[in-house]
């Protein structure tokens, strides 16, 4: 339990209160970008709000269904699965008409570089003894060379002939068949390969067309040759490659429908076989939900042999066992409710003689001797324990059966606690302890029923009155919020670790050998949280070894508010913890401070110990050991700290608890811890 479980206030720590994004929150360039330069404005965070606004509900979805989780992930995985197929299945196709385009276009070349080369070697020099006449000789060879190469092609190939010179090929008899565009066609890397060796050199490259054509990939071979008159020129063949282009893109749509079929299908599959599986996980996670809220009756429908048939039986199986063993234990508590409600009514009958007896002979004992008349005032003494027993029993057999009902009203704290503390003024005379009261100075309002919570009370002080040591018992009120709380502390012997949350059981005691001395029957601070539960409020305890206790009773302002904090912390100030906490945060300082006050880390003087009489020493400083960690628990799962709703019993109705709550008003309501 957390020291300080009031309810905070906003900007107190432990409050979730608005923060700006910065490095490693959700800070980015763009943020920063978004309003002068901070990360985090508004304008950054509506756009995250916006974006993330149409994803929760997916991201719902996806967490809390398992089917579409497996359909997914099959549906991811068959797509990573076909895609990588046909990548490598596309790959293999694109290379192999590659390679058989290539070895076709080589042969293809190989056989006109050859044809060029033997009519070349046939065709006689073209007479003439100027430059001019053999230039436009040598233009006309390549000219009629090149439509004689290309006739036999028949679109399958194109022929281009350029010179050797790296001048403007046009003026220099450049030659192409079917509208090729020389110039641009022909790769620079591969007319310099040509230029510089004599073997055939090749390169795929982008085939361009004088007439307006598309541009097409193609396949370029090139050689040097010479012609009739022994000048070199670069012969090349240009190969399209639409038709490849075309069975490739083929092949590519096919394997595309064919995988989209296939993913499709995988999923389908895949939701089908999941619903098989899922459908009975969910069955039985609605029929166990349907169990818990109390529908005993609910079973699974079991067809089959299988795996799920069989977990379907044992499912059925365990809720059968499951509501036998309920009814039974309903049965035996209904039993014994019943008995302890009867044994208690009727016990009362007798009782009410046996108490005029002793009555009679407690008046009387003035007359008998010594043994006698000491017999006399215990049995008056057991007989009022058996009575304040009896009603308590009372009391617990109301809760259990749920027949408890709430008078609230508006009341005031502050008179509850002055009544209880009259009440435990003769008590605490006798143990020598001082009961201060802290926090009355302002009304401390709430709606509850004064009886009820005068009881708790009672057993709160008595109970520290007995095991305070004969050291002074402080109770503090406070109120804040939709919260009012009243907390008891003794500087008592303590309770161990654990103890905290066992205080409450019924007839539990820390110490069985320690001596009952205000006749307490081991069930005030079990009917203290029932009555704290049936407010809607909590009781709660702490305590530590040698340091004292606290209880701390917390109240809504308002019936059936539901609380949030309390304003009184559970773990008070001036305990060891806090104290060794405060002296090392405030280090020397305290040295310096001249008053010898502590302070803790927020600056707030802790509260002393109160002042003990001089005629009794003080309270000793225990050494400084270190922190002893406390487990950090919800209040709603500490007792005392849920709300009960118990129904009032109609006007008229009559029960049989009901006879003694004439009795109600004079229970002392102690109990030990």
């Not at 009739?228 to 083929?250: H, I, K, M, N, R």
């Not at 059966?401 to 005379?429: F, K, M, Q």
């Not at 203290?528 to 809504?556: I, K, M, N, Y």
Request: aromatic residues 4%; neutral net charge.
């Amino acid at each position: 339990m957390t020291a300080g479980s009031a309810a905070p206030k906003p900007g107190d720590p432990g409050v979730r209160t608005g923060r700006a994004a910065g490095p490693g929150r959700g800070g980015s360039r763009f943020g920063r970008l978004l309003q002068d330069g901070a990360p985090g404005g508004p304008v950054f965070r509506l756009v995250v709000r916006w974006v993330r606004r149409p994803l929760l509900p997916a991201v719902r979805l996806w967490r809390r269904n398992l089917q579409v989780r497996v359909v997914a992930g099959t549906l991811l995985m068959s797509l990573g699965v076909v895609l990588l197929l046909g990548l490598v299945v596309i790959g293999q196709v694109r290379n192999g008409l590659l390679e058989a385009k290539e070895r076709a276009a080589q042969s293809q070349a190989a056989g006109g570089f050859s044809a060029a080369q033997d009519r070349a070697a046939t065709t006689p020099s073209a007479p003439g003894d100027q430059d001019g006449g053999r230039t436009g000789a040598s233009v006309n060879w390549r000219s009629t060379l090149v439509e004689q190469l290309a006739s036999g092609g028949q679109s399958a190939y194109n022929v281009v002939a350029l010179s050797l010179e790296t001048g403007d090929t046009a003026s220099r008899g450049a030659r192409a068949s079917g509208e090729v565009d020389p110039t641009t066609s022909i790769p620079a890397e591969l007319r310099h390969s040509v230029a510089q060796g004599t073997t055939t050199y090749q390169k795929f490259a982008r085939i361009h067309y004088t007439s307006g054509k598309a541009p097409e990939a193609g396949l370029v071979i090139g050689k040097r040759l010479n012609d009739a008159d022994g000048t070199p020129y670069e012969l090349y063949y240009l190969f399209p490659l639409a038709q490849e282009e075309d069975s490739l893109t083929l092949v590519k749509g096919t394997l595309a429908t064919a995988g989209l079929f296939v993913v499709v299908l995988l999923g389908a599959i895949a939701w089908l076989v999941v619903r098989q599986v899922v459908t009975p996980v969910r069955m039985a996670a609605g029929i166990a939900e349907r169990l818990s809220v109390g529908t005993l009756q609910e079973r699974m429908k079991v067809t089959g042999e299988d795996d799920i048939a069989r977990l379907g039986e044992a499912f059925n199986k365990m809720a059968q066992n499951l509501q036998l063993k309920i009814q039974q234990m309903e049965d035996l508590s209904r039993m014994q409710r019943r008995f302890v409600s009867d044994v208690s009514h009727e016990l009362r009958t007798p009782l009410t003689t046996v108490r005029m007896a002793a009555d009679v002979i407690h008046e009387a004992r003035v007359d008998f001797d010594p043994v006698t008349a000491r017999s006399a005032e215990l049995l008056g003494d057991q007989l009022d324990r058996f009575e304040s027993l009896l009603s308590d029993l009372l009391e617990i057999s109301r809760f259990d059966a749920g027949a408890a009902s709430l008078e609230a009203e508006p009341i005031d704290l502050r008179a509850v606690v002055r009544r209880v503390i009259g009440g435990a003024e003769p008590l605490a005379e006798r143990k020598g302890t001082r009961i201060v009261v802290i926090g009355d100075e302002q009304p401390v309002v709430a709606e509850a029923d004064a009886r009820r919570v005068e009881r708790v009370l009672r057993n709160l002080v008595v109970n520290a009155v007995e095991h305070g040591e004969g050291r002074d018992v402080v109770v503090r009120l406070a109120a804040a919020g939709g919260a009012v709380a009243v907390a008891v502390r003794d500087y008592g012997v303590g309770l161990k670790p654990g103890e905290a949350t066992r205080v409450f059981n019924r007839f539990w005691r820390a110490d069985p050998a320690r001596a009952r001395t205000t006749g307490g029957t081991g069930l005030g601070l079990s009917i203290a949280v029932e009555d704290a539960r049936l407010h809607g409020g909590w009781l709660q305890a702490w305590g530590e070894p040698g340091g004292g206790s606290q209880f701390r009773l917390t109240l809504p302002r308002t019936a059936d508010e539901p609380l949030r904090g309390s304003p009184i912390p559970l773990e008070p100030e001036d305990s060891r913890r806090n104290r060794e906490q405060a002296a090392l945060a405030a280090g020397g300082a305290a040295a310096g401070g001249g008053d010898g006050s502590t302070t803790n880390g927020a600056g707030g003087r802790l509260a002393a110990v109160p002042v003990q009489p001089a005629d009794r020493p003080a309270l000793p400083v225990p050494p400084r050991l270190p922190p002893v960690p406390r487990p950090t628990a919800d209040p709603t799962a500490l007792p005392g700290s849920g709300a009960r709703v118990v129904t009032r019993p109609a006007d008229g109705e009559a029960t049989g608890e009901a006879m003694a709550s004439t009795r109600a008003e004079r229970e002392d309501g102690t109990g030990e811890r």
